[in-house]
């Protein structure tokens, strides 16, 4: 029968809007029936299933929607926190309901049907469809989730401001913006990567707003995270299965957001302080008189050193045909426990790598079938396939079987003295659609599979060796796997410009979100490039980055100490200044520790409304009060860097002042990049050691940047011995604590003691250097005696000895 024209029109209106959104709106007749509080949980019944809307703390809500026919899902593989018991009301209105808890407002809205939620008045964000089912299109997504065929996918909804950025969605290099692009959720390496990269191994689904809130889809399987890529103000988790529950949290700041995030998802237990250190690391050491010499070589050209990795090579002679052996080749290194305790003596721990894939062709193939510890197909057997090391199957790490023998695997290497569990390959890097694993299928475990490796490794550690500070190097994760200490890298990035001029975003994004030791391999990882400005460059910003870890293919050395004696100059100083700077990164990772911050934030964090800043990683902050500016660009002469307004701010190296607010294209040297100290901060060093075994804060450097502008300052340092798992919580540690007064001509500093119940404190000198010092005091006083002074009046820098005292409080008195 031949439609009339209008209803004609209105088909092809219908099917055109199908097409470009894909979407079957299944909640365009959602009717609100009725509301109800039942154990600290607002019920929302609807025509199409349940609403369950439960407050964890005063500014966190979660929201799961439980469709007719299905049942909720209680178990979340990233949230560990428990609801707190907030105080709510329920407020109905003639058309809507208002749902209070602490300081967020949930305001159900009947009809249409509408979830919006504020924060202390302040609107977030609102669902837009809510969820609802579509058509997925093959075209705009990743053949690692279609395996083929298009399929449907259930997806959640919500209404964006026109101008607000978008962060977050894991491990990318897009801009550090992400507004406007569309991610697969399937963790994937991307071999050679340079300066672009939408797909990588830590995909998480959290998304992020300048407005100071973020939604965490809490759920891992396979799907996409769409920030507004159609451009029509829309954010939408899409989802090949699983649970339909998000938590908003909201924030006062960037600060209190990323601390109410890790609260929810579990905070990052302090690494032990060799982490902090400098590695030797290759791809990779081929036996063992390669790595003593290695090792030898630091020491002999007085470069610090804390730690070795072995790649591949330790387990066999090839790259192919042996992986997951697991065991020393014993041609190669005839003595490892001897080669790891002598380098113990020295300083050094030894870190190897392990990979969850185990050829047919290695010594305990045989073992692996025997024991069922492999991902199985639709039988029950062994699922084996071609890759690249050869024809393997993979680890189950959800079944109790693969989770012992590979737990044993570290036991024997701790048992010979091995410090550090390097876990590669783990996204996993080829898992196949048919695999079976003892909880799911191969698509819903996927973005979990390192999660629970690293699950794996830190439960072990917690239940076998619980006094000691895991090292877990792995580069795929999930939300919340910052709670079982991974120090996460960004993959084999390109030995090019393009390669450094990403890392940046990658490491800012990750510690927005919770992984705040995301680094990369310093100079490069793929391809033989030999380009000593660019790894000179490289180990310059790793000063300022979570983990100092050259490493890449040894077509061209890694390792400063094979270098040409120019660049391993350059890259010695870089090292020692890392070294110097231990007691104000060991403090970093006790505030990520305590609070979540990350170590390396972005210029939001300090401007947050800001616009100019909501797209910056040239330039960041590391920690509160030191601006880093890399060179990310060949041959750059000048370097453009802004200057956030709320301070003054001290270049690190000249003293030089540059005034808040302001952009400025500054000289670049060779020797460093540009980094500059806030105005009123104190800054904790130490002298050079040559390992952190060595380290110790009985004599610290303390600086602290004066300004007339300044009338009060403060800092911390924290210590403690390094290596004892919570040693804080067990009372195992000192914070001293630096704070500054400025009354007319008199600046006092003062310097006091917190000390845990278990921690006997050291007695300490500190060499104290107060900078932008204009003029010579009249009169220096320690502890209300004039002691003598050195004045430095072309560095303006006044320098102040603190004998050593086991005093827990300090003051110096100056008259300026």
Do not use: C
């Amino acid at each position: 029968m031949k439609k009339p024209p209008l209803t004609r029109l209105a088909a092809l209106l219908t099917l055109t809007l199908l097409g470009s959104h894909s979407a079957l709106a299944q909640n365009a007749e959602r009717k609100f029936e009725s509301a109800s509080q039942r154990d600290g949980v607002l019920e929302v019944r609807t025509s199409d299933g349940l609403y369950l809307i439960k407050p964890y703390t005063a500014n966190m809500v979660e929201t799961t929607f439980v469709p007719h026919g299905e049942a909720a899902d209680p178990a979340s593989h990233a949230v560990v926190l428990a609801p707190a018991g907030i105080k709510t009301t329920l407020a109905s209105k003639a058309h809507s309901l208002e749902y209070t808890a602490g300081g967020m407002q949930v305001t159900i809205t009947k009809a249409p049907f509408q979830i919006s939620y504020a924060y202390k008045g302040r609107k977030l964000v609102a669902e837009k469809h809510g969820y609802m089912k579509k058509q997925d299109d093959p075209a705009l997504g990743s053949k690692d989730i279609h395996q083929g065929a298009a399929r449907t996918l259930e997806a959640i909804e919500f209404a964006l401001d026109k101008e607000e950025a978008l962060y977050g969605a894991g491990e990318r290099a897009v801009g550090m913006n992400r507004r406007g692009q569309r991610f697969t959720l399937y963790n994937k390496a991307h071999y050679g990567y340079g300066e672009h990269s939408t797909q990588m191994g830590y995909g998480m689904p959290l998304a992020l707003s300048s407005k100071m809130y973020a939604l965490h889809f809490d759920n891992p399987q396979t799907g996409y995270l769409d920030f507004d890529s159609r451009k029509d103000n829309s954010l939408s988790y899409e989802t090949t299965g699983g649970r339909k529950t998000y938590q908003v949290i909201a924030g006062d700041s960037w600060e209190d957001l990323i601390a109410s995030y890790t609260s929810l998802t579990g905070r990052q237990p302090l690494p032990p302080r060799w982490a902090l250190g400098n590695f030797a690391m290759r791809f990779g050491y081929r036996d063992e008189a390669m790595a003593r010499a290695t090792v030898n070589k630091f020491i002999a050209d007085d470069i610090p050193l804390d730690a070795i990795v072995f790649d591949l090579f330790w387990f066999g002679k090839e790259v192919k045909g042996t992986m997951g052996n697991l065991a020393w080749d014993k041609d190669n290194f005839p003595n490892p426990a001897g080669m790891i305790s002598d380098f113990r003596n020295k300083g050094v721990q030894t870190v190897v790598i392990t990979e969850p894939f185990i050829v047919d062709t290695s010594a305990r193939w045989q073992e692996a079938v025997d024991k069922k510890i492999l991902g199985t197909d639709a039988s029950g057997a062994a699922l084996a396939y071609d890759f690249y090391f050869g024809h393997t199957g993979l680890i189950d790490i959800f079944g109790q079987p693969g989770k012992d023998w590979f737990w044993n695997i570290y036991q024997d290497l701790h048992q010979q003295g091995v410090a550090g569990v390097w876990g590669d390959l783990g996204e996993p890097e080829v898992h196949p659609a048919a695999m079976q694993h003892a909880t799911g299928s191969a698509e819903a475990v996927h973005n979990i599979y390192g999660h629970q490796w690293a699950r794996l490794v830190a439960e072990g550690y917690q239940r076998d060796y619980p006094t000691e500070r895991p090292f877990i190097l792995m580069r795929a994760g999930y939300s919340g796997t910052q709670r079982y200490g991974i120090i996460p890298w960004s993959g084999d990035v390109d030995r090019s410009w393009g390669g450094l001029h990403s890392q940046p975003e990658i490491a800012l994004q990750m510690g927005m979100q919770g992984a705040a030791y995301m680094h990369s391999d310093l100079g490069g990882f793929a391809n033989p490039v030999l380009d000593n400005e660019l790894y000179a460059r490289w180990l310059q910003y790793g000063v300022f980055q979570p983990i100092f870890r050259p490493h890449a293919q040894d077509d061209v050395a890694p390792e400063p100490v094979y270098r040409d004696d120019a660049t391993k100059a350059l890259a010695r100083e870089a090292i020692r200044l890392r070294y110097r700077l231990l007691p104000y990164n060991y403090t970093l990772a006790f505030d990520n520790h305590r609070s979540g911050l990350p170590l390396m934030r972005p210029m939001l964090y300090e401007e947050p409304r800001n616009a100019k800043v909501y797209a910056m990683s040239s330039t960041y902050l590391w920690g509160k009060d030191l601006l880093v500016t890399p060179v990310l660009a060949k041959g750059a002469s000048t370097a453009e860097v802004y200057f956030p307004a709320r301070s003054v701010w001290f270049d690190f190296y000249t003293g030089a002042k540059h005034a808040g607010g302001i952009s400025d294209s500054v000289k670049l040297e060779a020797d460093h990049i540009p980094v500059y100290v806030r105005g009123g901060a104190f800054i904790p060093m130490t002298k050079v050691v040559q390992s952190t075994r060595d380290y110790n804060t009985r004599h610290i450097e303390l600086h602290y940047y004066h300004d007339a502008s300044v009338s009060a300052g403060s800092g911390k340092l924290y210590d403690d011995d390094g290596s004892t798992a919570n040693a804080y919580e067990q009372g195992q540690y000192e914070l001293l604590n630096f704070a500054s007064k400025l009354q007319g001509r008199e600046l006092t500093i003062s310097v006091t003691a917190e000390t845990g119940k278990q921690y006997q404190r050291p007695d300490r000198s500190i060499a104290l250097q107060v900078h932008n010092v204009t003029r010579a005091p009249s009169v220096v006083r320690v502890d209300g005696k004039a002691v003598m002074f050195v004045w430095d009046e072309s560095s303006k820098v006044l320098s102040v000895a603190m004998p050593a005292s086991g005093g827990a409080s300090r003051n110096v008195s100056i008259t300026l």
